[in-house]
């Protein structure tokens, strides 16, 4: 392709260094462009680029609000008209361009359609954008700088911050090629992630989501340092929400290994508790049996009388004799004693 502007610039774009080739019309858009992205940065005055972009604009990209209108005036009606011919010519113009480019290369450049039907709000830069899918790319082109990825380079989009009680989530896109840089398209609505999660479904591009915004940086740092290491652990599967409690259900279960679990305490305190009961229940029992046999063993309540007073008639007996004892010595010491004493009053 050669370009030549009214000052007599040129630039001259190969067919080889062309990577992806877009159109995008100028429906419910106020320019209408041909964007290429290549494969090789050019030098255009004392600068590089790889994003080359021709566009129109077919209106009024901004509004004197000063100026009175009416939409019954006459002129407004016929600008209008005017506008509506212009879009048409356009189009038809730059619709027969395309067709003389893909005849003349044979194939080897194809101009990519934006889906506006699939696009979703985001801001990959500062500002709020329409991003829109095509067939090989996301890009959004109608603002500078442009964003433009492509699918075929993606490995992996997480999703970061996707939690009820937010309304935006952020998207992560990471590359095949680890060392190249992730990109980012934030604060989109959470209205949009079931859609977005259906495009990357077509696409078969693999996506997670987590709750947290992750430190992309140090993480890829990581992963080109020791790429074996990585793949060996499992590649991505750290950001799988389910990774979380597989990791706690195995540390759960090596933890058993070594010490019993609170479920096994509370059986064992349960069983002690057991034991202790049957112990007790088992000396009661022979407390009761010792308590049978004696009972069964005893008499009636007039023999046991009997047997009371004839215990204490024995006693009685036993007391006298006792006594009469006592009286005996007493009476054998004053014998004794008596000549002793008569001596000694003599």
Not at 98 to 106: A, L, Q, Y
Not at 139 to 163: A, G, K, N, S, W
Request: proline share 3%; hydrophobic share 30%.
């Amino acid at each position: 392709f050669r370009f030549q502007s009214v000052n007599g610039e040129r630039v001259d774009i190969l067919y080889g260094n062309i990577k992806h080739a877009f159109f995008q019309p100028c429906d419910r858009e106020m320019i209408i462009l041909i964007h290429f992205h290549l494969k090789n940065a050019i030098i255009i005055g004392k600068k590089k680029y790889r994003d080359i972009q021709y566009y129109t604009e077919v209106g009024e990209i901004t509004t004197d609000l000063g100026k009175h209108q009416h939409m019954h005036d006459r002129d407004d009606l016929q600008a209008e008209q005017a506008e509506r011919e212009l879009r048409q010519r356009l189009k038809a113009a730059f619709k027969h361009f395309i067709d003389r480019v893909e005849g003349i290369t044979h194939g080897q450049i194809e101009f990519d359609v934006p889906f506006r039907e699939l696009g979703f709000v985001g801001v990959p830069f500062r500002s709020t954008v329409l991003l829109q899918p095509t067939t090989h790319c996301l890009v959004m082109l109608t603002e500078q700088p442009v964003f433009v990825i492509t699918l075929d380079e993606v490995e992996l989009v997480h999703f970061e911050r996707v939690q009820f009680h937010l309304k935006n989530f952020d998207m992560v896109f990471i590359f095949k090629e680890y060392t190249r840089k992730v990109e980012h398209v934030n604060s989109i609505p959470m209205t949009s992630l079931d859609s977005v999660k259906e495009w990357l479904n077509s696409c078969d591009i693999k996506y997670t989501e987590g709750v947290q915004s992750l430190n992309w940086a140090r993480i890829m740092k990581t992963i080109t340092n020791d790429p074996q290491d990585f793949i060996e652990n499992g590649g991505w599967s750290f950001l799988e929400p389910d990774s979380s409690d597989e990791e706690q259900a195995e540390e759960e279960e090596e933890e058993s290994e070594y010490a019993p679990s609170g479920s096994d305490a509370v059986v064992e305190s349960d069983e002690s508790e057991l034991s202790g009961e049957t112990e007790e229940s088992e000396e009661d029992s022979e407390f009761e049996e010792e308590l049978g046999t004696d009972e069964e063993s005893g008499k009636d309540w007039s023999e046991l009388e009997e047997e009371a007073t004839m215990a204490d008639i024995e006693r009685g007996g036993h007391v006298e004799e006792d006594t009469n004892l006592s009286r005996k010595r007493k009476k054998s010491s004053q014998k004794h004693e008596t000549p002793s004493k008569r001596k000694r009053r003599k």
